[in-house]
RNA sequence: GCGAGAGUGGCGGAACGGUAGACGCGCCGGCCUUAGGAGCCGGUGCCCGCAAGGGCGUGGGGGUUCGACUCCCCCCUCUCGCACCA
């Protein structure tokens, strides 16, 4: 090779300044605030509207790599649709009420508001550094009172629907910190602040009834199959969790009271040889005192008392106490033994069940544990007989019923269908839909979070604070270490109010919100934060909504979204929204691991984005995410190169400069591949696959860099380029459209470069000869060529001549012009 | 156990059923340099061969096809969710 490029290169590199992202990214940062620059269009901009949103912040701490990732994939996004010619609405908040914040404030003795609003500023100059093209002037934190009175608000919508209630429920407790614990902070059945064993509490709390939407939260996914990740859509299924089966009410023969059971499976009915009741089931205690065994009862309640929710060992035992008492099955009138056991769980279907050892699993382990009798009423199809003695395992499948009264012979499935309307008909069961899906708990005995709006009158109960009362405002001075009760019920100026309805003395509630109620309708909120009249302005909602693309972790996959969807199709029920789903697109960005591990600041492996910022650049940082894998790929940052990203956008700097200077038409193949670049890139951004994107575009960098070596032009080249990379690396982009290609306005404001679909094509293709499916040449050959010409062509080959040797075709596959297959005998 | 997804060079990763490994990291060689951890040019799946070329290669085994990383069946491994859901 020559060597003359290179010492061209070095001279024109002595002149040039080098690529320095500290010289660049402050400067356009301040430019683009100041400019107002990614501000959404109002009613008037013509435009159509996209509205991009990522999944808000919780301001823990700083910016680590792990929101680098995430915002860095939705702001391509935002700004590939701008210059689409989209009007854009990315906005960006603050999840900024919740645990973390009382717990850091109990450590370091400084008040939660201090604390949060700390990180928040800190994380809003990361986003500024970071080129974030978010509109600032709709910025919301869920913690300020403007906000979150409107959180209040919807508490109440919820409250006056019915769809809030009060109730008493099972909770995590510590007794060491001596308060409630969310599912998520019991490790192991130990508290995670100090390791004590948590225990079970019942405490009244407040729920949300999202059970009451179960059958739509499940209908309304099919149109979010293919625009949200698979895996989501089938999460969310399994955690509603829909069974289709039938009630079957039994008897107690002993009161004659009835004891309806829930059965996916009723052509087991014949099969039931006892009857087993949760702990936990209202009538057990009652029921145990006829059979004279409240003792050896209350002996299970106690240790299930004590034994943490989380902790399943308890109920995987087979234990369990004879009532005395018995049951009367409903299709022949045999009475069974009724038991209570802690495998039954109080939390689903109806806190009893049918014992049908023959064909469940845990109904079999219980009767050979208990020593009952296991009877056989389904078998497999064409078998002889199952004997019961020698059975080692329950037979769960479908089959044909036997020792079934009339039903013998029926099979599977038809024989469910067949039970089930003959309950109906016989009134003793009916279909019926069971759901895993539980209510929502929404109330925390926590200090930061938003109060409850709600008045306990000794004479109305609880009754709904006026909406022109809202906020209650957390009051400032509280001890929130953990009590026992919320923090606010110390705070007796708090606690005394006066009931709404009557004047009556009363008593505020002083439970506060699950954080996720805040962000079950932030995307409402970002479209008119300032309205101080009312949660969201209808007209601007009908403006943006739904969100067309929303960017954020698999690990919200079932809490928010679900949360999200419940509370939409609510408001759509309260005739305040016009659309039952608020989210048509979801991407899942994967998570940013180091070492392959999950970066945690515990082991100590937390890449902090400050630091990789201040060592590479923003753009540096950005393109070498987005070019490690694609999107929803899990990263780890030890093993990508952002030295490699920074070469190669010192290569793109030094090319562009150099090819600024130039003028005239670029080369033909220059041209063609310019254009080629411009529609495989395109085609790569609308998949998301700005990995395979970024790649083109490096080859598009060597494209220039030779035709500047060759002493061509590569201006209009190099502008396609900045402009393609101007989503990608904005600072970078900015600063050589207008600095080095001389360009007045912003990149940013561009239109996306178009293509020539002729120039795209590629005007020389391979043509692949093979014989016997195996390649023995490769000819250069136009596109447009005919089938007989590139069999003659490919006959032609000498080496393919040579393989043909001896041998007989019997079959030519020509598929001009890329392929030409010769089967050989 | 159930459900979902994934297994491709030393590594991250590319490949409408039609050139496997684009692009990058790393490594090797060259150029330029007083020097270079800068830049530029080239090479780089494994095996045989000076080369031309050939053989083998996408977790394993079958199948469909002129042709399979891609489609179908069975198996193995890994990751993630859920997990006594009656």
């Not at 996720?516 to 909504?545: H, I």
């Not at 753009?619 to 990203?645: H, I, K, N, Q, Y």
Request: charged share 25%; glycine share 6%.
């Amino acid at each position: 090779m020559d060597a003359s490029p290179a010492s061209e290169s070095r001279s024109e590199m002595e002149r040039m300044v080098p690529y320095d992202p500290d010289q660049i990214e402050p400067k356009w940062q301040e430019r683009w605030e100041a400019e107002g620059r990614y501000r959404a269009g109002g009613p008037e901009d013509p435009r159509p509207k996209f509205y991009a949103l990522d999944m808000f912040s919780y301001p823990s701490g700083d910016l680590h790599m792990g929101h680098a990732e995430a915002f860095a994939i939705g702001d391509v996004l935002a700004r590939y649709r701008w210059m689409q010619g989209y009007n854009v609405l990315h906005p960006i908040g603050w999840d900024s009420f919740g645990l973390p914040a009382e717990n850091a404030a109990i450590k370091r003795g400084i008040h939660p508001r201090e604390w949060t609003y700390a990180n928040i500023e800190q994380q809003a100059a990361s986003f500024r550094q970071y080129g974030m093209s978010f509109d600032w002037t709709r910025r919301l934190h869920t913690s300020d009172p403007e906000y979150y009175r409107w959180t209040q608000w919807l508490f109440l919508k919820l409250f006056e629907m019915g769809l809030a209630y009060r109730k008493n429920a099972p909770t995590n407790w510590c007794p060491t910190d001596a308060t409630v614990l969310a599912n998520e902070q019991v490790i192991n059945g130990l508290c995670e602040r100090c390791d004590t064993p948590v225990v079970r509490k019942d405490l009244t709390q407040w729920f949300f009834k999202i059970t009451d939407y179960a059958e739509r939260l499940l209908d309304d996914m099919a149109p979010l199959e293919g625009a949200w990740p698979e895996r989501v859509l089938t999460m969310q299924r399994n955690w509603i969790g829909r069974s289709e089966g039938s009630e079957v009410t039994f008897e107690i023969a002993e009161t004659g009271e009835a004891m309806t059971v829930f059965t996916t499976r009723p052509d087991t009915l014949w099969g039931v040889t006892f009857f087993v009741l949760a702990p936990e089931h209202p009538q057990v205690l009652a029921l145990a005192s006829i059979g004279g065994v409240q003792d050896e009862v209350q002996t299970i309640l106690d240790r299930l008392q004590a034994t943490p929710l989380t902790n399943r060992e308890q109920a995987e035992s087979r234990e369990g106490v004879r009532l005395g008492v018995h049951a009367v099955n409903p299709v022949n009138g045999e009475k069974v033994p009724v038991f209570v056991a802690p495998y039954v769980l109080m939390e689903y279907g109806t806190g009893a069940v049918m014992g049908v050892p023959g064909h469940d699993q845990r109904d079999f382990e219980f009767a050979r544990a208990q020593g009952l009798e296991v009877r056989v009423v389904i078998e497999p199809e064409g078998s002889e007989g199952v004997d019961p003695a020698t059975m080692t395992e329950a037979f769960p499948h479908q089959g044909v019923m036997v020792r079934s009264g009339p039903f013998d012979g029926v099979e599977s499935p038809a024989s469910i269908q067949a039970v089930i309307e003959w309950l109906e008909a016989e009134g003793k069961g009916r279909r019926a839909i069971s759901y895993r899906l539980r209510d929502w708990l929404i109330s925390r005995q926590r200090y930061w979070g938003a109060p409850i709006p709600i008045i306990h009158c000794p004479e109305h109960g609880e009754v709904a604070v006026p909406e022109e009362d809202l906020p209650v405002k957390l009051p400032h001075n509280v001890d929130f270490s953990p009590q026992g009760a919320s923090p606010l019920a110390t705070v007796e100026e708090f606690v005394q109010a006066s009931c709404p309805m009557c004047g009556a003395d009363a008593r505020r509630e002083t439970d506060t919100m699950d954080t996720f109620v805040d962000s079950s309708w932030y995307f409402l909120r970002y479209l008119s934060p300032d309205d101080g009249t009312r949660a969201f302005d209808p007209v601007e909602v009908e403006r943006w909504m739904p969100v067309d693309q929303y960017t954020g972790g698999v690990e919200h996959a079932i809490l928010h979204l679900l949360y999200s969807r419940f509370v939409t199709k609510a408001l759509y029920d309260a005739g305040m929204l016009s659309f039952t789903e608020p989210f048509l697109r979801l991407q899942n960005q994967g998570q940013v691991i180091m070492q392959g591990a999950a970066m945690s600041k515990s082991r100590g492996n937390l890449v902090e984005f400050a630091e990789e910022r201040a060592k590479y650049g923003a753009d540096v940082v950005r393109v070498t995410m987005l070019f490690a894998s694609p999107p929803e790929d899990d990263v780890d940052w030890a093993t990508v190169s952002a030295e490699g990203t920074r070469s190669w956008l010192g290569r793109v700097w030094r090319a562009v400069h150099q090819a600024a200077e130039t003028s005239g038409e670029l080369s033909e193949d220059l041209r063609r591949f310019t254009h080629r670049t411009i529609s495989r890139v395109t085609e790569d951004f609308d998949r998301f696959k700005y990995n395979t994107a970024i790649a083109r575009l490096m080859e598009l960098t060597t494209e220039i860099r030779h035709a500047l070596d060759a002493g061509g032009p590569a201006r209009e080249a190099a502008e396609k380029l900045v402009l393609m990379l101007a989503p990608l690396a904005p600072f970078l982009a900015e600063e050589l459209w207008r600095e080095a290609l001389g360009n007045e306005e912003s990149v940013h404001v561009q239109s996306w470069p178009e293509f020539d679909e002729g120039l795209a094509a590629q005007q020389r293709v391979n043509l692949i000869v093979q014989v016997d499916g195996k390649v023995r040449d490769r000819i250069e050959v136009s596109p447009d060529i005919a089938e007989d010409d590139a069999v003659a062509l490919a006959t032609a080959s000498e080496n393919v001549q040579r393989h043909l040797e001896g041998r007989e075709i019997v079959r030519v596959i020509a598929r001009p012009p890329k392929l030409v297959n010769f089967v050989t005998r």
